[in-house]
Protein backbone atom coordinates (compact mmCIF):
# COMPACT_ATOMS: atom_id res chain seq x y z
CA UNK A 1 0.00 0.00 0.00
CA UNK A 2 0.95 3.91 -0.78
CA UNK A 3 0.21 6.65 0.69
CA UNK A 4 1.11 10.17 0.06
CA UNK A 5 0.96 12.79 2.87
CA UNK A 6 0.80 16.57 2.63
CA UNK A 7 1.92 18.54 5.75
CA UNK A 8 1.89 14.70 7.28
CA UNK A 9 -1.25 14.32 7.05
CA UNK A 10 -2.87 11.25 4.66
CA UNK A 11 -4.33 12.97 1.33
CA UNK A 12 -4.05 9.98 -1.11
CA UNK A 13 -3.99 6.06 -1.07
CA UNK A 14 -4.05 3.25 -3.15
CA UNK A 15 -2.26 -0.27 -3.81
CA UNK A 16 -0.78 -2.75 -5.96
CA UNK A 17 -0.69 -6.99 -5.50
CA UNK A 18 1.01 -9.75 -7.24
CA UNK A 19 -0.91 -11.84 -8.64
CA UNK A 20 1.54 -14.67 -10.16
CA UNK A 21 5.24 -13.74 -10.81
CA UNK A 22 4.83 -11.96 -13.77
CA UNK A 23 1.29 -10.14 -13.24
CA UNK A 24 0.73 -7.05 -10.99
CA UNK A 25 -2.54 -5.81 -10.00
CA UNK A 26 -3.17 -2.17 -9.02
CA UNK A 27 -6.62 -1.03 -7.06
CA UNK A 28 -7.96 1.24 -4.46
CA UNK A 29 -6.99 4.51 -5.71
CA UNK A 30 -8.19 6.75 -3.28
CA UNK A 31 -7.61 10.75 -3.03
CA UNK A 32 -8.85 13.43 -0.81
CA UNK A 33 -11.02 15.97 -2.84
CA UNK A 34 -9.74 19.16 -1.45
CA UNK A 35 -5.97 17.43 -3.03
CA UNK A 36 -7.20 16.93 -6.63
CA UNK A 37 -5.79 17.93 -9.72
CA UNK A 38 -2.23 17.82 -7.95
CA UNK A 39 -0.43 14.98 -9.38
CA UNK A 40 -1.19 12.88 -6.57
CA UNK A 41 -3.08 9.63 -7.93
CA UNK A 42 -0.52 9.61 -11.18
CA UNK A 43 2.48 9.83 -9.01
CA UNK A 44 1.42 6.92 -6.91
CA UNK A 45 0.40 5.12 -10.13
CA UNK A 46 4.19 5.92 -10.86
CA UNK A 47 5.89 4.44 -7.93
CA UNK A 48 3.53 1.42 -8.00
CA UNK A 49 4.36 0.13 -11.17
CA UNK A 50 8.40 1.04 -10.75
CA UNK A 51 7.80 -1.05 -7.78
CA UNK A 52 5.76 -4.12 -9.83
CA UNK A 53 8.72 -4.32 -12.33
CA UNK A 54 11.00 -4.56 -9.25
CA UNK A 55 9.41 -7.78 -8.04
CA UNK A 56 9.69 -9.25 -11.75
CA UNK A 57 6.20 -8.19 -13.54
CA UNK A 58 5.99 -7.72 -16.89
CA UNK A 59 2.70 -6.94 -17.29
CA UNK A 60 0.48 -4.34 -14.69
CA UNK A 61 -3.80 -4.38 -14.88
CA UNK A 62 -6.09 -2.84 -12.98
CA UNK A 63 -10.14 -1.87 -12.88
CA UNK A 64 -11.79 1.01 -13.34
CA UNK A 65 -15.78 2.18 -13.90
CA UNK A 66 -16.88 3.32 -17.38
CA UNK A 67 -18.13 6.88 -16.34
CA UNK A 68 -15.27 7.34 -14.22
CA UNK A 69 -13.69 9.97 -16.55
CA UNK A 70 -10.62 11.55 -13.85
CA UNK A 71 -9.49 8.22 -13.02
CA UNK A 72 -9.78 7.04 -17.04
CA UNK A 73 -7.53 9.89 -17.46
CA UNK A 74 -5.26 9.45 -14.73
CA UNK A 75 -5.04 5.90 -16.15
CA UNK A 76 -4.43 6.86 -19.78
CA UNK A 77 -1.74 9.44 -18.80
CA UNK A 78 0.27 6.69 -17.28
CA UNK A 79 0.41 4.88 -20.49
CA UNK A 80 -1.73 2.30 -19.76
CA UNK A 81 -4.60 1.01 -22.46
CA UNK A 82 -7.74 -0.69 -22.69
CA UNK A 83 -7.87 -4.40 -23.06
CA UNK A 84 -11.04 -5.47 -21.51
CA UNK A 85 -14.82 -4.43 -20.68
CA UNK A 86 -16.93 -6.01 -18.86
CA UNK A 87 -20.61 -6.03 -17.09
CA UNK A 88 -22.20 -7.84 -13.57
CA UNK A 89 -25.35 -9.85 -13.82
CA UNK A 90 -26.64 -11.26 -11.27
CA UNK A 91 -29.01 -14.19 -11.14
CA UNK A 92 -31.06 -16.60 -8.18
CA UNK A 93 -31.59 -19.96 -8.62
CA UNK A 94 -34.26 -21.48 -10.93
CA UNK A 95 -35.53 -25.16 -10.65
CA UNK A 96 -36.72 -25.76 -14.05
CA UNK A 97 -36.03 -25.08 -17.68
CA UNK A 98 -38.37 -22.87 -19.79
CA UNK A 99 -40.37 -24.60 -22.22
CA UNK A 100 -38.06 -23.52 -24.79
CA UNK A 101 -35.46 -24.86 -23.75
CA UNK A 102 -37.01 -28.42 -23.31
CA UNK A 103 -34.68 -30.97 -25.15
CA UNK A 104 -31.98 -28.54 -25.42
CA UNK A 105 -28.25 -29.44 -24.49
CA UNK A 106 -26.96 -28.62 -21.48
CA UNK A 107 -23.52 -28.00 -20.08
CA UNK A 108 -21.66 -30.71 -18.54
CA UNK A 109 -18.12 -30.60 -16.43
CA UNK A 110 -14.72 -30.34 -18.88
CA UNK A 111 -12.13 -33.48 -18.05
CA UNK A 112 -8.80 -33.32 -18.40
CA UNK A 113 -9.65 -34.75 -21.85
CA UNK A 114 -11.21 -31.70 -22.82
CA UNK A 115 -8.14 -29.23 -22.20
CA UNK A 116 -6.69 -29.17 -25.59
CA UNK A 117 -9.84 -28.56 -27.51
CA UNK A 118 -10.79 -25.85 -25.21
CA UNK A 119 -7.32 -24.01 -25.87
CA UNK A 120 -8.01 -24.32 -29.56
CA UNK A 121 -11.80 -23.60 -29.59
CA UNK A 122 -9.90 -19.66 -27.38
CA UNK A 123 -7.48 -19.81 -30.07
CA UNK A 124 -10.06 -19.46 -32.88
CA UNK A 125 -13.09 -17.32 -30.40
CA UNK A 126 -13.67 -13.61 -31.69
CA UNK A 127 -14.80 -13.08 -28.07
CA UNK A 128 -11.36 -14.18 -26.32
CA UNK A 129 -9.04 -11.27 -27.80
CA UNK A 130 -11.99 -8.67 -27.68
CA UNK A 131 -11.48 -8.75 -23.19
CA UNK A 132 -7.69 -9.50 -23.99
CA UNK A 133 -7.64 -13.00 -23.28
CA UNK A 134 -8.98 -12.63 -19.22
CA UNK A 135 -11.18 -13.84 -17.21
CA UNK A 136 -12.74 -12.16 -13.87
CA UNK A 137 -12.63 -12.96 -10.63
CA UNK A 138 -14.50 -10.34 -8.59
CA UNK A 139 -12.92 -7.12 -9.50
CA UNK A 140 -9.40 -8.88 -10.82
CA UNK A 141 -8.84 -10.37 -13.74
CA UNK A 142 -6.53 -13.09 -14.72
CA UNK A 143 -4.52 -14.22 -17.65
CA UNK A 144 -6.32 -17.02 -19.59
CA UNK A 145 -3.07 -19.55 -19.98
CA UNK A 146 -3.04 -23.07 -21.71
CA UNK A 147 -2.10 -24.05 -17.32
CA UNK A 148 -4.49 -21.42 -16.62
CA UNK A 149 -6.92 -24.02 -18.23
CA UNK A 150 -5.91 -27.51 -17.31
CA UNK A 151 -5.91 -26.14 -13.66
CA UNK A 152 -9.66 -25.25 -13.66
CA UNK A 153 -10.55 -28.16 -15.40
CA UNK A 154 -8.84 -30.45 -13.13
CA UNK A 155 -11.12 -27.57 -10.42
CA UNK A 156 -13.88 -28.56 -12.14
CA UNK A 157 -14.35 -25.18 -12.62
CA UNK A 158 -15.14 -25.49 -16.56
CA UNK A 159 -17.97 -26.10 -18.16
CA UNK A 160 -18.39 -26.83 -22.17
CA UNK A 161 -21.48 -27.37 -24.19
CA UNK A 162 -21.31 -29.51 -27.30
CA UNK A 163 -23.86 -29.48 -29.71
CA UNK A 164 -23.90 -31.26 -33.20
CA UNK A 165 -21.05 -33.19 -32.66
CA UNK A 166 -18.78 -30.26 -31.66
CA UNK A 167 -17.50 -28.05 -28.57
CA UNK A 168 -20.27 -24.77 -29.05
CA UNK A 169 -19.52 -22.88 -25.90
CA UNK A 170 -17.97 -23.17 -22.65
CA UNK A 171 -17.61 -20.79 -19.16
CA UNK A 172 -15.49 -20.51 -16.50
CA UNK A 173 -17.45 -20.92 -13.11
CA UNK A 174 -16.36 -21.37 -9.43
CA UNK A 175 -17.99 -21.37 -5.64
CA UNK A 176 -17.12 -18.29 -4.03
CA UNK A 177 -18.10 -16.61 -0.55
CA UNK A 178 -18.33 -13.18 0.01
CA UNK A 179 -20.75 -10.60 1.38
CA UNK A 180 -23.28 -11.65 -1.69
CA UNK A 181 -23.27 -15.01 0.65
CA UNK A 182 -22.47 -18.13 -1.20
CA UNK A 183 -22.71 -18.06 -4.89
CA UNK A 184 -20.75 -19.10 -8.62
CA UNK A 185 -18.99 -16.58 -9.93
CA UNK A 186 -19.09 -16.90 -14.21
CA UNK A 187 -15.55 -15.21 -14.89
CA UNK A 188 -15.17 -15.67 -18.74
CA UNK A 189 -18.04 -16.91 -20.93
CA UNK A 190 -18.03 -17.84 -24.75
CA UNK A 191 -19.74 -19.24 -27.61
CA UNK A 192 -22.81 -18.25 -29.67
CA UNK A 193 -25.63 -15.92 -28.17
CA UNK A 194 -27.66 -18.94 -28.26
CA UNK A 195 -25.48 -21.26 -26.58
CA UNK A 196 -24.05 -18.68 -24.14
CA UNK A 197 -28.12 -17.79 -22.70
CA UNK A 198 -28.13 -21.83 -22.78
CA UNK A 199 -25.19 -22.35 -20.63
CA UNK A 200 -26.30 -18.95 -18.23
CA UNK A 201 -29.59 -20.57 -17.77
CA UNK A 202 -28.51 -24.24 -17.00
CA UNK A 203 -25.43 -22.89 -14.59
CA UNK A 204 -28.81 -21.00 -12.61
CA UNK A 205 -30.20 -24.90 -11.92
CA UNK A 206 -26.78 -26.07 -11.10
CA UNK A 207 -26.47 -23.93 -8.07
CA UNK A 208 -29.17 -25.48 -6.27
CA UNK A 209 -27.42 -29.07 -6.32
CA UNK A 210 -24.46 -26.91 -5.41
CA UNK A 211 -26.38 -25.15 -2.76
CA UNK A 212 -25.71 -22.23 -3.77
CA UNK A 213 -27.31 -18.53 -3.27
CA UNK A 214 -27.01 -16.97 -6.62
CA UNK A 215 -24.70 -16.63 -9.81
CA UNK A 216 -22.88 -13.26 -10.46
CA UNK A 217 -21.14 -13.25 -13.94
CA UNK A 218 -18.54 -10.73 -15.23
CA UNK A 219 -19.33 -11.45 -19.11
CA UNK A 220 -17.46 -9.69 -22.04
CA UNK A 221 -19.03 -6.38 -22.79
CA UNK A 222 -20.33 -7.13 -25.96
CA UNK A 223 -23.89 -6.86 -27.30
CA UNK A 224 -24.27 -10.44 -28.27
CA UNK A 225 -22.97 -11.51 -24.62
CA UNK A 226 -25.20 -9.38 -23.12
CA UNK A 227 -28.20 -10.33 -24.98
CA UNK A 228 -27.72 -13.82 -23.91
CA UNK A 229 -27.50 -13.13 -20.71
CA UNK A 230 -30.57 -10.90 -20.64
CA UNK A 231 -32.32 -13.89 -22.71
CA UNK A 232 -31.36 -16.17 -19.75
CA UNK A 233 -33.08 -13.98 -17.13
CA UNK A 234 -29.93 -12.42 -15.41
CA UNK A 235 -30.16 -8.76 -13.86
CA UNK A 236 -28.08 -6.24 -14.53
CA UNK A 237 -27.39 -2.70 -13.91
CA UNK A 238 -26.36 -1.27 -16.81
CA UNK A 239 -22.77 -0.44 -15.03
CA UNK A 240 -19.53 -1.35 -17.41
CA UNK A 241 -15.88 -1.87 -16.31
CA UNK A 242 -12.83 -1.10 -18.20
CA UNK A 243 -9.70 -3.19 -17.74
CA UNK A 244 -6.50 -1.51 -18.66
CA UNK A 245 -3.16 -3.04 -18.66
CA UNK A 246 0.46 -1.65 -19.11
CA UNK A 247 3.87 -3.45 -20.03
CA UNK A 248 6.62 -3.58 -18.11
CA UNK A 249 10.06 -3.42 -19.47
CA UNK A 250 12.08 -6.98 -18.01
Do not use: C
Not at 41 to 56: H, Y
Amino acid sequence: MYVATVDGKPVAVSRFRMLTPEEAWLEGMRVDPAYRQHGLAKAINDVMLAEAQRRGAVVARLITESTNTAAIRVIERGLMQQVGAFAQFKAMPVSTPPRSQYGLETPELATSADADAIIEYLNASNIFPAVGGLYYIGFTAYSITGDQVKAMVEAQQVYLLRRWDRLDGLAFAEPRQGWQGHYLSIGYIDGTTESISLIAYALRRKIIDMELDSVYASVPDLMMVRDAFVGAEYEWDGKVFYTYERQLNP
